[in-house]
């Protein structure tokens, strides 16, 4: 199947910028560290469980150097309630250390610096990169895949495919925030279940063969 064409690609764009102009992440954060530390706790986890672990974990080790005092064994309480938070605990004090010996104590804007850091992977430096650095990254989650796969604006087998299917699909106009677009319509309106096709803004240029109809 071939993929979207330019032109609907600009209109699917288009359509979602004049529904949120501004589109903003919905993980809490106050400095880049934390926005970074966020991310690195939202691998398979809901933004809202990260928020509820990091406004405990943040009102004690807002900083690298806050953090790298706490520990490992008080981070860990305080962030036991989401997934895998005993590894998550390990990569976050680690990099919180990586930060203060070798950048300052600050997050480098710099792709290969991030993805040396623990437990940042591509997807992480993305979202550093976009949202602290205001580069045109695209950050394939779980939601961006599946709308970008559905809608046929690109479709890959592996986020990285994804990825560089959309950055060559994407105007340039759009580029900057269509990260957000794309996972804010996947978590709200394209889920995975029960996608909301007949509330869809964008349904007549979607090419997913199991879409509902719109409603008359």
């Given at each position: 199947?071939?993929?979207?064409?330019?032109?609907?690609a600009?209109?699917?764009?288009?359509?979602l910028?004049?529904?949120?102009?501004?589109?903003?992440?919905?993980?809490?954060y106050d400095?880049?560290y934390?926005?970074?530390v966020?991310?690195?706790?939202?691998a398979?986890?809901?933004?809202?469980?990260?928020?509820?672990?990091t406004?405990?974990?943040f009102?004690?080790a807002?900083t690298?150097?806050a953090?790298v005092?706490?520990?490992?064994e008080?981070?860990?309480?305080?962030?036991?309630?989401?997934?895998?938070?005993?590894?998550?605990?390990?990569?976050?004090?680690?990099?919180s250390?990586q930060?203060l010996a070798r950048?300052?104590?600050?997050v480098?804007?710099?792709?290969?610096?991030l993805?040396?850091?623990p437990g940042?992977?591509?997807?992480?430096a993305n979202?550093?990169?976009n949202?602290v650095?205001g580069?045109?990254?695209?950050?394939v989650?779980?939601?961006?895949?599946r709308?970008?796969?559905?809608t046929?604006l690109?479709r890959?087998d592996?986020?990285?495919?994804?990825?560089q299917?959309?950055?060559?699909?994407?105007?340039?106009q759009f580029?900057?925030h269509?990260?957000?677009w794309?996972?804010l319509h996947?978590?709200?309106v394209?889920?995975?279940?029960?996608?909301?096709?007949n509330e869809?803004?964008?349904?007549?240029?979607c090419?997913?063969?199991e879409?509902r109809?719109?409603r008359a």
């Amino acid at each position: 199947m071939r993929p979207m064409s330019v032109k609907n690609a600009s209109l699917l764009f288009a359509r979602l910028a004049a529904a949120n102009p501004e589109p903003r992440s919905e993980l809490e954060y106050d400095s880049p560290y934390q926005l970074l530390v966020a991310v690195v706790l939202s691998a398979q986890a809901t933004d809202k469980s990260v928020n509820l672990a990091t406004r405990r974990l943040f009102a004690v080790a807002p900083t690298p150097d806050a953090m790298v005092n706490l520990g490992e064994e008080a981070l860990a309480d305080r962030i036991r309630t989401i997934g895998l938070y005993k590894t998550k605990a390990k990569n976050v004090l680690e990099l919180s250390r990586q930060l203060l010996a070798r950048h300052d104590g600050s997050v480098p804007h710099d792709r290969a610096a991030l993805e040396a850091l623990p437990g940042v992977g591509r997807k992480t430096a993305n979202v550093v990169l976009n949202v602290v650095f205001g580069e045109p990254t695209i950050a394939v989650d779980t939601h961006i895949f599946r709308v970008a796969n559905r809608t046929g604006l690109a479709r890959g087998d592996t986020p990285l495919a994804v990825e560089q299917g959309l950055l060559a699909r994407v105007p340039q106009q759009f580029r900057l925030h269509a990260h957000h677009w794309l996972i804010l319509h996947g978590r709200y309106v394209c889920t995975a279940r029960a996608p909301r096709c007949n509330e869809c803004s964008i349904a007549d240029l979607c090419a997913w063969p199991e879409k509902r109809p719109a409603r008359a």
